[in-house]
């Protein structure tokens, strides 16, 4: 305890350093409880009009990229690797491998914001973002569903897919924009040789952030992109 | 105890730490004060911020109930009236109630009831403040440009695709102050599982501390789904999306789901605190430990729990299946019975104590008959059929304000006099105090008991114009409210005024148990000179010996 007492990051109204590297990896877990509940809003509204509009889902979901969202998603996994690789480092005090690791997942995550940018694109293109813009009609529904009543009720409904679709996913992407800076930041710590196998808070604490980040990810890829046809 | 000189003629008070170094005159200059991250500066900083905006909100009740002193819509027309309830209820709910007691009393007190320095993370502390500020700040360049007018509720469509007013500033306003709660919440929580001084077990924390850590949890768990709720509805007002518009397959049903999925259980993060103030009073003035410390700990966790299963009682009449509005009657009327554990054993523990009747306790007794009626009438609006009669009426709105005036702000002033010695170090005049206490009891029944009256016989809620016969009962209740308006700045006098001449407080004025009270008022900054050990339960009164005039030593390290 006296030698805990006298690390440089102990802060003193902790009673020592391991209450204070407990208190912060809990205050994570609290702060990921409320990110579930953040999401959850999102994920409820989902369930409800999947349920309401099936056939706008279904076709709404055959315009996105398949392989570019399977792509990041395996880009994401792989963040995901580097980053534990990092607090695995940084629990074996290598300093060089922390920010190595560290700088990975920037790159990676950095990749997949870069491919949302495309997708993103590619729906301004077609005019599938919600608003004064959005053209049902390029969802080639016309062909599927003989009914007019029906198809122009999908038809409409698609805009709530595709709001949500916006909503999650650029949810996700804010959470990974302010992720990237703070990973920048541990690095520079990590560089300056701020974290050892007796202290590396920090960088345990920003990994479990981005792996919850990632794991939002793994429900959003199937539930947007892989919807099958409804019965 | 000290023998130091003191200024003036005032008599050395023991345990007084006004002339010696404190909280408050550790440092100087306002940037000591907007960038520190001592617990008991920010809860101050809260205390003044959450004042001011009672005061505003106040001043909206005001032009309601002026309004309504005649059946003609004569002093406002319908949208300026629309404003004005809207924005009472914003400004009360989100900027006054849901901070009131947590961020004010639970700020100062939360660490130096469990024996700690500060809580677990004081810049996040200093954040969720800023928080505060910057959603106050938005809300109010709304309210520059001309308001809000959808009612608190912001029920779509009518705030998606209809209003003509401020709803996104107000909405991001709320959406940012959303966040200073959410983190306060998380501090609270981490600071009572990792830093209670040793000895201090579960089964011995203040009830106090058990409220708010039921409070934290509702705050954690809440709040962000009415954040990412109101977002939706700024986002859909501002790119025209369609997730609650109707023309485009949107459920506008969907909204109230998500809306009251926090804002029912917001209304235990009102009131809970508040309990957990009750419990404290309750023994300090009865001199006594509470009856049934476990019942009233873990009836604050049922309430958390069950509070979040009920949120349906509010969609009776909107559409929502008559199924789901059976079990959330059935759900309802289970919430009542946590709450009652709590009342029936605040009542229990008056029994054979030695009751006194200083100032906090009179608010205190207020308490326990405001909130059994304000709970008992909840119970005939989680009843369908009679709800479908009193639904939208006055009758609702004399209902919740019961809870929230008559429980959540009697408990707010009944903790700010209690611990008003602790906090400043001076005393307040309790003649005063009593009159206020008083006024304050007289001029809210005034103001709500016709209320239920005129609600049950059908006056609706949000017009500024109704039928002739109801104004007796009107004018009864806008003559109840001035009477209210200024009991409420009594204390604003006397409190302001004690901080400059009040006498000095001893360390423990009431002869009160916990913590808080073994150290010098006001504090020093990190609390304890020496790490407390905790040898004994909370409220540990020796029965039947009045302690009122023990004085406690200033500093003791051990609960004695």
């Known amino acids: 305890m006296s030698s805990s007492t006298h690390h440089p990051a102990y802060v003193h109204h902790f009673e020592n350093l391991s209450e204070q590297k407990e208190a912060a990896t809990f205050g994570m877990w609290v702060f990921i409880a409320q990110e579930v509940l953040f999401f959850g809003g999102l994920f409820a509204a989902y369930a409800i009009y999947r349920n309401l509009h099936p056939e706008a889902f279904y076709f709404g979901s055959h315009h996105l990229n398949i392989p570019l969202g399977a792509a990041n998603t395996a880009v994401l996994i792989f963040s995901s690797l580097t980053m534990a690789l990092a607090v695995h480092a940084a629990a074996l005090g290598k300093r060089q491998q922390i920010v190595g690791w560290l700088l990975a997942t920037v790159f990676l995550g950095s990749v997949f914001l870069g491919v949302k940018v495309v997708e993103y694109k590619e729906k301004f293109d077609h005019h599938l973002v919600p608003g004064a813009s959005f053209q049902a009609g390029q969802l080639g529904m016309a062909e599927h569903i003989a009914d007019p009543v029906l198809r122009g009720k999908a038809e409409r409904a698609s805009q709530i897919y595709f709001s949500l679709y916006f909503s999650m996913t650029g949810l996700h992407a804010l959470h990974m924009i302010i992720g990237v800076p703070l990973i920048l930041w541990i690095a520079a710590r990590a560089w300056l040789g701020q974290f050892g196998p007796e202290y590396h808070s920090p960088v345990e604490i920003i990994g479990l952030y981005w792996h919850f980040v990632d794991i939002i990810w793994i429900f959003l890829f199937p539930l947007l992109y892989l919807i099958p046809k409804p019965h | ?560």
């Open chain 2, 1 to 560: 105890m000290q023998t130091e000189v003191v200024k003036g003629n005032e008599e050395a008070v023991p345990g007084n730490g006004l002339d010696r170094e404190n909280y408050i005159n550790a440092k100087h200059g306002i940037w000591s004060w907007l960038l520190t991250t001592d617990h008991k500066r920010i809860a101050i900083l809260y205390l003044v911020s959450i004042t001011l905006m009672f005061f505003m909100g106040g001043a909206f009740a005001a032009g309601v109930r002026l309004e309504l002193m005649t059946p003609k819509g004569d002093l406002v027309d319908s949208d300026a009236y629309n404003k004005l309830f809207t924005m009472h209820g914003i400004v009360m709910v989100f900027f006054f109630l849901i901070p009131s007691i947590p961020a004010v009393l639970g700020n100062f007190l939360l660490p130096i009831m469990i024996g700690a320095k500060d809580l677990a993370f004081p810049k996040i502390n200093l954040l969720s403040w800023y928080f505060y500020i910057v959603g106050v700040a938005v809300f109010l360049v709304a309210c520059l440009f001309g308001g809000v007018e959808t009612g608190w509720t912001f029920y779509t469509p009518y705030s998606t695709a209809f209003s003509h007013t401020n709803v996104i500033l107000a909405a991001l306003g709320i959406f940012i102050a959303g966040f200073s709660s959410i983190l306060t919440g998380l501090n609270f929580i981490v600071t009572i599982h990792k830093m209670r001084a040793p000895g201090l077990t579960w089964f011995r924390l203040p009830l106090f501390v058990w409220a708010h850590y039921a409070t934290s949890l509702i705050q954690i768990l809440g709040t962000p789904v009415v954040a990412v709720t109101i977002l939706m509805v700024a986002v859909e007002r501002l790119l025209k999306l369609g997730l609650f518009d109707p023309a485009l397959g949107g459920d506008p049903i969907l909204f109230q789901h998500l809306f009251w999925f926090y804002s029912h259980p917001a209304v235990y993060i009102m009131i809970l605190p508040g309990m957990g103030v009750m419990s404290e009073l309750i023994t300090a003035f009865t001199r006594k430990r509470v009856f049934g410390y476990e019942f009233i700990a873990i009836s604050s966790l049922a309430i958390a729990v069950v509070g979040f299963l009920v949120w349906g009682h509010h969609m009776f009449v909107s559409g929502q299946s008559t199924y789901a509005g059976m079990v959330f009657s059935a759900l309802s009327f289970l919430v009542a019975i946590p709450s009652a554990v709590k009342v029936f054993n605040w009542s229990a523990t008056l029994y054979k104590g030695s009751v006194s009747w200083e100032s906090p306790m009179m608010y205190a007794i207020g308490f326990i008959g405001l909130f059994t009626i304000g709970g008992l009438t909840g119970l005939f609006l989680a009843a369908m059929g009679l709800d479908i009669h009193m639904h939208d009426t006055y009758f609702v709105v004399a209902h919740f304000h019961y809870i929230m005036v008559g429980g959540a702000i009697f408990a707010y002033l009944g903790g700010i006099h209690f611990w008003w010695p602790k906090i400043t170090g001076r005393l307040y005049p309790e003649y005063w105090a009593r009159v206020a206490a008083v006024l304050v009891f007289a001029g809210f029944n005034l103001t709500f008991f016709p209320q239920f009256v005129v609600g049950y016989l059908g006056m609706p809620r949000r017009y500024h114009a109704y039928p002739e016969e109801f104004q007796v009962l009107n004018v009864l209740s806008t003559a109840g409210a001035s009477l209210l308006g200024i009991a409420y700045l009594i204390p604003m006098v006397y409190l302001t005024w004690s901080l400059f001449a009040g006498k000095k407080a001893p360390a423990n004025p009431w002869g009160a148990k916990g913590l808080e009270w073994t150290i010098q008022s006001p504090p020093t900054t990190f609390n304890f000179d020496h790490q407390p050990v905790v040898t004994e339960e909370a409220y540990a009164y020796a029965e039947g010996h009045d302690t009122s005039h023990d004085a406690a030593p200033p500093a003791a390290p051990v609960r004695a």
